[in-house]
């Protein structure tokens, strides 16, 4: 097992960061502010804080702290430098995401996303345990109007940062010793943002990059990429026609993910080696996904070389564009689009869309081939496609976290100005005054902008603020038993398994139907209880997800978000000025009332027929989505809520639940009668 690990250690030499190495750890301990930047792959993430640790026993006492935009990025790299350093994960080297902590009081090298670090400052301003916080992915930012943006959180950071250790002579009360901070990219604006951090040195590590040759195919538009049957034409034609090497595809989703990989093992299987393949070396294909969600101990799976003679085939989204690097790809086949999370002002809410990636992240793409040697892409859009649909710059990724929640730690954090506050980009207003508006409206500030004490309580949790508003009004009336499920059960993606074969998508949907009755009261969030519920009192709840097409990793991740959102809450709870509710409405009303605290922003009243109308102002006509447990009984109801919104070429509404008009009235009117510059502060001046 040694010589596995020793063969890592070495691997990790050959990468352009190495021959940098005593240079940077210099330029580290020379100033309070580093930019970095480095082509994709060339070693930052995995490198530079094992170096920094390395170094550390002599110079650099307290933590290393790194920040990744993705997840799924930060747990695998953290496994593979707890693998190059030869500890176990969660010792010396660890992770910690939203829901999910592996680290321990021997953590020295940890992980995180940035919304993890967030909640850091906010218990902790001076970063005490820290000496060197690492900003990862900080990349190049365009901002399109209509989105909003990931890059807001980095853009806190940086400013909360700079605000906190920008004067190099005064150390900040509660550190013996200054923070050093890095800031790390493969594409950045680099004297942008030295700078923002007031002039500080760049380093830029020397890249290697070969050449890659690139080709259009023919599809045209989202639905070639949706059916995917073309994307898995251009895979096998490479497998089959060309030289040995790993493909890497790029998809927009998991579920277009999971449909290519199934398609693609179906008509790999048929290939006749004999004939088909030029390059005798090639004797099978091997498939792998590659999304966000995906369980840990798969996406460690990536990683591995191929077996001799097989040609790996990662189907991947945009995650392995920029945050990992897989090696051995020489051929990469491009399908031109991304999932990411807009705001959409048709109906004022953020949705999932697909929509073309830029003609600069199409290149990061092609680049991905060329790391090791020369390479191939193969674009399946058309030269006119590029030409006409694709924008020139990154259009960038979106936090799932909504602005409303960051805004209010920003609050809290004591930073009361949110409009004026130095971002390196400067947000559109618009979208800070709407969360604002937002906050206001679940009583989370005052009208001239001040955090209230349910504020307070609320920046606890790691949930979109409506939802801490509804779990924190049930447990003021002592029914959290009935929120924390559900909130829990909407913080993991998948639940029901939707297998897309119509006669077993029959079975699923009849046993789906099935739960959503046992529930007793035909709403989607109450079935989500129920299932908690069954699932959790089950003796096989293994079995049981297996009997009901349920996921059983997700229901597994929801018992474990449940037990901390529940921990979070008994903590909150022992503080003596918890606010305390009594209700005197109908016992079978409770439930769905905590929600409409939550929901009031998404209520919607039916119009004509099966169409229903939002009350937000938007006034957007909305219909049930097919997985609602109410679908097709529309037109029995009046008034409902809903948790989020899909859009295709109509807007659907989904997880929905009847109410009543008497439940929200008094709380409508909170949807326009605020005053944003109130409570922005402006109006004051
Ligand atoms: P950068 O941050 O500069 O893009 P990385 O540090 O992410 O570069 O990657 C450096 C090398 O480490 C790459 O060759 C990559 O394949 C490898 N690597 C990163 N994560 C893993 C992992 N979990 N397992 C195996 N190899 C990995
Ligand atoms: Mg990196």
Known sequence: KSTRLDSKENESEHLPIYQHKAKLIQAVKDSTFLVVTGETGSGKTTQLPKYLHQAGKLSFYGKIGITQPRRVAAITVAQRVAQEMQCNLGREVGYQVRFDDCTSPSTVVKYMTDGCLLREILADPVLSQYSVVVLDEVHERTYKIDLFLVYLLQDILLGLLKKMFSNPAKTPKGRSIPLKVVVMSATLETDKLSAFLGGCPIFAIPGRAFPVTCTFGFAVGPKDIESTG?????????????MAGDILVFLTGQSEIERACDLLYEKAESIDYRYDVQDQTVEGLLILPLYGSMPTDQQRQIFQPPPSG????????????TSLTINGIKYIIDSGFVKQLNHNSRVGMDILEVVPISKSEAQQRAGRAGRTSAGKCFRIYTKEFWEKSMPEYTVPEIQRTSLTAVILTLKCLGVHDVIRFPYLDCPEERFILEALKQLYQYDAIDRRGRVTKLGELMVEFPLHPG????????????????????AAMLSVENIFIRPGHPEKQKEADKKHRALAAKSGSMNDFATLLSVFQSCKSSDRPSAWCKDNWIHWRALKSAFSVETQLREILLRLQQKKDFPVDTFDGNKSELFRRCLCTGYFTNVARRSVGKVFCTMDGHGSMVHFHPSSSLFDQEDELNWVIFHDVLVTSRVYIRTVCPIRYEWVKDLLPKLHEVDVYELSGVARE
């Open 230 to 242: 073309y994307v898995v034409k251009v895979a096998l034609d490479v497998h089959t026609s060309e």
């Open 310 to 321: 097989i040609r790996k085939c990662v189907v991947a989204t945009n995650i392995a564009a």
């Open 467 to 486: 939802l801490t508003r509804a779990v924190l009004k049930a447990a003021s009336l002592g029914c959290e038993d009935l929120l924390l499920p559900v």
